[in-house]
């Protein structure tokens, strides 16, 4: 996968895509997979916003059900299915524990009865190959069992527990690239580091046709124009802006945006992730996450520009207090935080004028905005809103409109289609054949990089023989504690459009989001790359400061 702007501006595109993360990448991958001609543009790098700020799951939103919500329920738990069959390497069956105390909202009785509905919705849920992934109906535990499983549980009032299932993914950031190298595969261009500026529009009186986007390449600061016959805004949290930008007035549709803070700690969890309403108000997970736990989330109202999101300390302690309220017994305090993040969710704004606006309340399903007949502007798509789990079916409903469009009588293709690394087949059996092939590497590292490469593995190991005299050292530990090699380093840069120390470590990797890896396990990656880069030591310096910036607060503490 190559990033070249210029042969990107040097033809005309059925699809100009904005906006690289989860929604963007899906919309492309649908396209091309349709015979579509397809340019995908993203301002950072893929997956660096709401798509990396997510708590990890790929759920059916039990509690969207409070809200009678079923609609929306039925498309998350289809969808479920459907990332357990496209992507098996990386979605993975996780049981949940869900306590029960008295008779009320948080008793035995009602959530039986939710959680029997919320099975009812997924009764596709094992039509699947693969026995492992496939998912049991939720059972009942007593008292004694809840607090093994969960020794911080407060047993005052406890009566038992509900065991459930979904699904978690193993690194949501990779499985947002693999989207974007099966699009490239079947045609498309991307380009990260590519900034729209502007849109090319034919006026014609307060409406117009869209033709084409004006792009500042972040790399070398030159501009492109590239052009599409039709422009999707998948920007997520920043969709309205590219709606001002495009219509040059107030946005045709409007978002409020929800901040979600999560923290990573040693492991607490074992192998049950655990749904907690808290006595302070809202709800979270303590998740079981690549042998740590991962806990999230907030929900509050973000109202400043999305570029300016951060944790704050003020963030951390308050969500603190909401997970040891919940949790009485754990006790976590700031030392215990390896690493933390903010994700932003870009909501549709349905409240009416006097209306107070409601983040944790508002409705997570997703709007497509066909502007012609919103206000007039042709060639101009948005989608709005939406979820990580369902972003698979939005991108089908955009690419059916467009397609409609562009007069092409297609189908979407991407429920029944494997993703990049998605050729799999039973994920036990493959494990073990690929131990097998690369018996030289230790098994567990094997494992570890199917879950990140799935069927490609063999592709990525391959990178090692590139140029003579490098196995050895590819081959080595990036660190004796994680499971990751140099080769991926080199991998990322040559294949998979990685350019600065960030995107490798959080979002080729995953390799920092775990905790701080050290200065030197740091350093060890920038000689690497600078190799690959020519990079001095003055930009080894920079990109150390700005990706260990990850690691502290807008405050300036570190974890």
Known sequence: MKRDLEAMAAIEHDLVVVGGGITGASVAWDASLRGLKVALLEKADFAHGTTSGSSKLVHGGLRYLVNGELKLVRESLRERRIWESVAPHMVHPLPFMLPTYGFGMKGGPVLSIGLFLYDLLSFDRNWLMDDDHKLPAFRSIPKKQALKIMPTLQPEGLTGAKIYYDCQMWLPERLCLEIIEGAVEYGAMAANYAQVAGFDIERLGAAGRVHGVDVTDRHTGKSHRIRGKVIVNASGPWADSMMRLAENGPPARKLIRSKGIHIVTRNISGNYALTMQSELGGHFFVIPWRGH????????????????????????????????GGLPGLNLERKDILYFYAGLRPLVDHTKEGETKDSYKASRSAEVCDHAKVDGFEGFISAIGGKWTTSRHLAEQVVDLAAEKLDRKTKCETHCTPTYGGEIGRLKSFIRRAQARHAGLAPELVTHLVNLYGSRIDEVLASADERPGERALLLRRISPNRPDINLQVIHAIRHEMASTLSDVMFRRTGFGTLGHPGVPTMNAICDLMARELDWDEGEIARQMAEAGQAYSTVDGKAS
């Open 293 to 324: 736990t991962l806990i999230g989330t907030t929900d509050t109202l973000f109202e400043d520009d999305p570029d300016n999101l951060h944790v704050s300390e003020r963030d951390l302690e308050s969500f603190l207090r909401v997970v040891n």
